[in-house]
């Protein structure tokens, strides 16, 4: 628990630091604010620790059980029909998606949230189940990627603009804190008794980078089925878009204003804004866990068949796992959230806006260090690579693409250049990648682009952006959205590059060796 709580304090820490930089320079929170936000920061450090605990106890067995308790049962329709149904429900649950989905209501009131919820829940329950399948199978990932990315983008082409960033996002927000952990473990599992050989690493990965293109393709389908209406109809809903943008800033505003009217009270602590959230993260959170548990009671009495020591070990680690989520979605919603949406609505009305741009490079670089799943999936890396792939090394990659990408999605709000380029651009590179790059590092680097957009990009990051569009009067739904998107896409390309890199240097180290002999 010490070294999980060390990790994750230099993870989380200096993205503290440089918002309490800021708060002491541009953009002042204020008092109330400030404390509302350390607090927030200490829950998020705590909470990070204990799920992550709780995660190597408790979930991560239960996924790679199950995974290989299925297979081995060599029943193709029911590994396969066992893979929808658990990424169905563990979607429906996910936090990150409970997020967005509220994120996109508030910016575009005519989308029905259930129905955007529904079509994501089938997208990754369908590619969860295509991924296991290529598992099974032995086809190599890179023919699986390019063939969906290239329906993905005709289907970007056919649907309409406002859906393009949101169908995007909600492929990096599904994969989140729960979903992760599960669908790693349960491709781990499979690939310890399907795989053979030298694909038994690569088999190990690809399935959080399967699941992530199913909510993409899934919301620009409906978005595909809603463009069925006649131009007057398309008029009518254009029409309450834009007014929503302004009642969205006018909402702001009096968001900000009650910022301010918390500093002329400084009887009022963050405690009571930390009780008023709490039920409502405890709901969440347990409706996140829930599924798990019914998951492996279900296995526990149909596959598994596990000693009494096991499940008891394994329920401390949901227990861990429950009260550690709690504490983390506490501090990011009580915390981060409000800091990153006042922060950027702050500096976007000064002259000096386009600093923002070199911020979202810090924050971008250093966000990515405090997701949950990047430190479950860096930590499978190192133990199924022996070592040879250091976590260090991964985190750096990530952190380099994460904050590129930040940086253009703050420039892009500033400027408005279309998102649509820069995606086609990234994945083709990607994509060209995956032909000259390892299969192992290919798995890893999709996997990365699923992992690295988690709670605190969903939030944070997506809050900070949210602020900056409506100070400066823009369509959040956008503008705003699509930073998501393209956090998720840089780990694509550099964690490529990384492992030609690292091919390229093992290659040489051979020769040399042979040299001398």
Request: proline share 4%.
């Amino acid at each position: 628990m010490l070294n999980k709580l060390k990790e994750t304090a230099v993870s989380i820490l200096p993205i503290s630091v440089i918002v309490l930089v800021l708060n002491w320079t541009i953009a002042p929170l204020g008092t109330a604010m400030t404390i509302q936000f350390i607090t927030g920061s200490l829950f998020t450090i705590l909470g990070l620790a204990l799920f992550l605990l709780g995660a190597d106890i408790g979930i991560l067995p239960i996924g790679e059980k199950a995974g290989a308790a299925l297979t081995s049962r060599r029943n193709l329709p029911l590994l396969l029909i066992s893979a929808f149904i658990i990424g169905f429900f563990i979607t429906i649950a996910e936090p990150d998606v409970q997020v967005l989905a509220k994120q996109v209501c508030s910016v575009a009131q005519n989308t029905n949230a259930a129905v955007l919820l529904l079509m994501i829940a089938v997208g990754i329950g369908l590619f969860t189940s295509i991924g296991l399948l290529r598992t099974v199978l032995h086809i190599p990932l890179k023919y699986l990627l390019t063939g969906f990315y290239v329906l993905v983008f005709i289907a970007a082409a056919a649907a309409p603009k406002d859906y393009l960033a949101v169908a995007f996002d909600s492929g990096g927000a599904t994969t989140g804190p729960m979903t992760v952990p599960f669908i790693l473990a349960l491709g781990v599992g499979v690939a310890a008794v399907q795989s053979r050989g030298k694909g038994g690493k690569d088999a190990s990965f690809g399935m959080t980078g399967m699941a992530s293109i199913g909510p993409v393709l899934a919301v620009l389908i409906l978005g595909i089925c809603m463009t069925g209406s006649s131009p007057a109809q398309k008029a009518a809903e254009t029409e309450p878009q834009h007014e929503t943008a302004v009642e969205t800033q006018i909402q702001h505003l009096s968001q900000t204003e009650q910022t301010i009217q918390r500093e002329a009270l400084p009887q009022e602590s963050g405690r009571g804004v930390y009780a008023h959230l709490l039920p409502e993260v405890l709901a969440d959170v347990a409706k996140a866990l829930l599924p798990l548990i019914v998951m492996f009671v279900v296995f526990q009495f149909t596959l598994l068949h596990l000693p009494p020591h096991a499940i008891m070990r394994m329920s401390v680690g949901l227990v861990y796992a429950f009260v550690g989520l709690v504490l983390f979605m506490l501090g990011v919603n009580g915390g981060f959230m409000p800091a990153g949406d006042i922060i950027g609505y702050t500096v976007a009305l000064t002259d000096y806006r386009y600093i923002l741009v070199l911020i979202g490079v810090f924050l971008g670089a250093v966000v990515v260090c405090a997701e949950p799943a990047v430190w479950v999936l860096t930590k499978q890396v190192e133990e199924i690579s022996g070592g040879t792939i250091r976590r260090s090394v991964i985190f750096a990659a990530l952190s380099f693409g994460v904050a590129v990408s930040v940086g253009l999605s703050i420039l892009r709000v500033l400027t408005g250049f279309s998102l649509w380029y820069v995606l086609l651009a990234g994945y083709a590179v990607a994509l060209v990648l995956a032909f000259s790059c390892p299969g192992l590092f290919t798995a890893i680097a999709f996997d990365s682009g699923g992992v690295a957009s988690g709670p605190m990009t969903t939030t944070f990051i997506l809050s900070f952006t949210l602020g900056i569009s409506n100070a400066l009067g823009g369509n959040p739904l956008t503008d705003a959205f699509g930073v998501i998107a393209l956090v998720a896409m840089a780990p694509l390309i550099t964690i490529q590059i990384l492992g030609i890199l690292y091919t390229y240097k093992a290659e040489k180290s051979a020769a040399k060796k042979g040299g001398a002999k």
